[in-house]
Nanobody
Framework: QVQLVESGGGLVQAGGSLRLSCAASGSIFSISAVGWYRQAPGKQRELVAAITSGGSTNYADSVKGRFTISRDNAKNTVYLQMNSLKPEDTAVYYC???????????????WGQGTQVTVSS
């Protein structure tokens, strides 16, 4: 079994910064692509940033230049550094990862439970 646990959310003023972490644990052989998503009240979940196993990244236009996704493969952890936060960044942030488990040796899709980010104006 594999678990993804997000942390680092909270309340911050506009212009501030937060760093989210997504830590994977369990029977992990390897982790492929990981994405950070967010869902604001009344809105659909949207992809914010993603990173491949090789370190290639892509970002939503709304966060380009402000957010940075990175990963530490030794720690099975992916980070989302969020700078210059805006009130419209307020949402629950989720991480999603493709994880190859040890037994069976197969890739599964996992989601974390989410962490709340609130940006006040």
């Amino acid at each position: 079994q594999v678990q993804l646990v997000e942390s680092g959310g909270g309340l911050v003023q506009a212009g501030g910064s937060l760093r989210l972490s997504c830590a994977a644990s369990g029977s992990i052989f390897s982790i492929s692509a990981v994405g950070w998503y967010r869902q604001a009240p009344g809105k659909q979940r949207e992809l914010v940033a993603a990173i491949t196993s090789g370190g290639s990244t892509n970002y939503a236009d709304s966060v380009k230049g402000r957010f940075t996704i990175s990963r530490d493969n030794a720690k099975n952890t992916v980070y989302l550094q969020m700078n210059s936060l805006k009130p419209e960044d307020t949402a629950v942030y989720y991480c999603n990862a493709g994880v190859v488990t040890t037994t069976p040796l197969k890739e599964y899709d996992y989601w974390g439970q989410g962490t709340q980010v609130t940006v006040s104006s």
